[in-house]
T-cell receptor, first 115, second 110 residues
Framework: GAVVSQHPSRVICKSGTSVKIECRSL??????MFWYRQFPKQSLMLMAT?????????EQGVEKDKFLINHASLTLSTLTVTSAHPEDSSFYIC???????????FGSGTQLSVL | SQELEQSPQSLIVQEGKNLTINCTSS?????LYWYKQKYGEGLIFLMM?????EEKSHEKITAKLDEKKQQSSLHITASQPSHAGIYLC??????????FGQGTRLTINP
């Protein structure tokens, strides 16, 4: 089956630093990937849609300058949390579709802790 | 915007008992997805329903989409400890993306 790989699985950083999270589709090309955020005991909140070769589409309330998304190839999207602060600590998870009207495959997520 | 309401938000059942989780949408569902998650991990795909009245089963889990396509239910028969986790329903509000309900936390007591 299709696999989405996310790296790193866990990262701890100091306040003010930037953190990059990678999301790769391993056995299919994904023109679109999605980034979600999840707080403890809460559901997934869609942050943005990552589009290969063009700008990401952000959901309302998500700061595009804070959460930089780059989808440079058909198999890789990156999320960079810039100038991270403790309130950015969360579980971030990416997903991708192999094609329209197909299910989403999810990465294993990244637990970000900002000290 | 489309909103999904799941009920109950948490559920504790005795091993071997049946249970049902519901997902109600504020708008017509054109695709309803059920996923399972253990917190801090990725999501495992369970079922996808697209047609009104559709019902799918996998092992001891059955999911249905009602005729009006605004509600779905997930039913687990003879629950086991391996069924414990967070169950999430998701729907496509358009633009080929998924939004999720708030999740149902299922605990199975031995």
């Amino acid at each position: 089956g299709a696999v989405v790989s996310q790296h790193p699985s866990r990262v701890i950083c100091k306040s003010g630093t930037s953190v990059k999270i990678e999301c790769r589709s391993l056995d299919f090309q994904a023109t679109t990937m999605f980034w979600y955020r999840q707080f403890p005991k809460q559901s997934l909140m869609l942050m943005a849609t990552s589009n290969e070769g063009s700008k990401a589409t952000y959901e309302q309330g998500v700061e595009k300058d804070k959460f930089l998304i780059n989808h440079a190839s058909l198999t890789l999207s990156t999320l960079t949390v810039t100038s991270a602060h403790p309130e950015d600590s969360s579980f971030y998870i990416c997903s991708a579709k192999r094609g329209a009207n197909e299910k989403l495959f999810f990465g294993s997520g990244t637990q970000l802790s900002v000290l | 915007s489309q909103e999904l309401e799941q009920s109950p938000q948490s559920l504790i059942v005795q091993e071997g008992k049946n249970l049902t989780i519901n997902c109600t949408s504020s708008k017509t569902l054109y695709g309803l997805y059920w996923y399972k998650q253990k917190y801090g991990e990725g999501l495992i795909f369970l079922m996808m329903l697209q047609k009104g009245g559709e019902e799918k089963s996998h092992e001891k889990i059955t999911a249905k989409l009602d005729e009006k396509k605004q509600q779905s239910s997930l039913h687990i028969t003879a629950s086991q400890p391996s069924h414990a986790g967070i169950y999430l329903c998701g729907a496509d509000p358009g633009a080929q993306k998924l939004v999720f309900g708030q999740g149902t936390r299922l605990t199975i007591n031995p």
